[in-house]
């Protein structure tokens, strides 16, 4: 038998990791299309494309995203099927710097940051004058929060049939802060305004008339009503955050009735570069003040401040005290 001879034919590669090309080179997604993030629902997410209402499209996130969190408010870009057809699935490439962020921890002492909402232009505190009563440490925390992450507060009053408002609304005169009435009974004419073509987010315990409110703002949004229970505390109504277009422009954000909210990511330079005019006061303060003033901080530069800005220092240190002793306390949440 003749010796067989062998030739490149005869070579076998037998296939596995080792001979697959690899690149960490990311596809650049030149063709994704702008959209806007306004729900989040177990791994898959709800935008709008070019901030479009009428150009829904539902995406999941890409791999090369990986964990990366995406949050209502968020600017994405998509790219895959953008129909936005029944059983469709787009794909979030990448997301696009936040202009602002609302945040919270479970409590004071949590150290992890949790993004509510991102690129919102303003937080609406939602507070009942009655049926649950007011409370002003949970407003004040809002504050804190809104400063914080950029966003312009905005005290809304509710169910002012049972109580008047002017007394709940003298605890933030120095503030500067905008506050509106939205009882049952009131025309929302001034909401409307403060809201036309903005992204504002909305925010307040349950059972204080939120959901009520934003089915007067828009009517089709259908969203839940939930009475409140017999102990002062109201039922969880709304479970996901979602963004909802207004009829004259400009969106809402509903998020769930919340319990508590954490300031443990918050430090006190944080509240008071939203103080046009003490923001720059501080820039004298020695390292590592705390801007309470004596005796906690006695070379604290907010001390020299005269005439009106006296009240606006009283005001804003009484947040940092609030941010400074942790978690409000039940009766003030």
């Not at 099927?81 to 979030?92: N, V």
Request: hydrophobic share 40%; with cysteine; glycine share 10%.
């Amino acid at each position: 038998m003749a010796k067989r001879e062998y030739d490149e034919s005869d070579v076998r590669i037998r296939p596995g990791k080792g001979t697959r090309p690899r690149t960490k080179t990311r596809p650049e997604h030149a063709d994704a299309e702008a959209a806007m993030v306004v729900t989040v629902d177990r791994g898959r997410w709800g935008v709008v494309l070019g901030g479009d209402p009428d150009r829904p499209v539902t995406t999941m996130r890409a791999r090369e995203l990986g964990r990366t969190p995406i949050v209502v408010g968020d600017e994405v870009d998509v790219v895959g099927d953008l129909s936005g057809r029944t059983d469709t699935l787009a794909r979030i490439v990448r997301r696009g710097p936040r202009r602002t962020v609302l945040r919270r921890t479970a409590d004071d002492t949590d150290p992890t940051e949790r993004v509510v909402v991102a690129n919102a232009d303003q937080l609406l505190i939602v507070v009942a004058l009655a049926d649950p009563p007011p409370r002003t440490g949970f407003v004040e925390r809002s504050l804190i929060a809104a400063y914080a992450g950029g966003l312009a507060p905005v005290l809304c009053l509710t169910k002012s049939d049972l109580a008047d408002a002017s007394e709940f609304a003298a605890h933030f005169a120095d503030l500067d802060l905008r506050i509106v009435v939205a009882g049952r009974d009131d025309e929302l004419r001034e909401v409307d305004e403060l809201l036309d073509g903005k992204l504002t987010v909305l925010l307040g315990h349950s059972g204080v008339g939120k959901s009520t409110l934003v089915n007067r703002l828009v009517p089709e949004a259908d969203r839940a009503i939930g009475a409140v229970s017999g102990v002062g505390k109201g039922r969880h109504t709304s479970t996901q955050s979602v963004a909802l277009p207004l009829p004259g422009g400009g969106w809402v954000i509903d998020t769930p009735g919340v319990r508590s909210f954490g300031l443990a990511h918050i430090s006190p330079d944080d509240v008071l570069l939203a103080f046009s005019d003490l923001s720059s006061a501080i820039e004298d303060c020695p390292r590592g003040c705390g801007h309470l003033g004596p005796p906690a901080d006695p070379e604290c530069a907010l001390d020299a401040l005269t005439g009106p800005a006296q009240s606006r220092v009283a005001a804003a240190r009484n947040l940092l005290a609030i941010l400074r002793d942790g978690e409000a306390p039940e009766s003030e949440r």
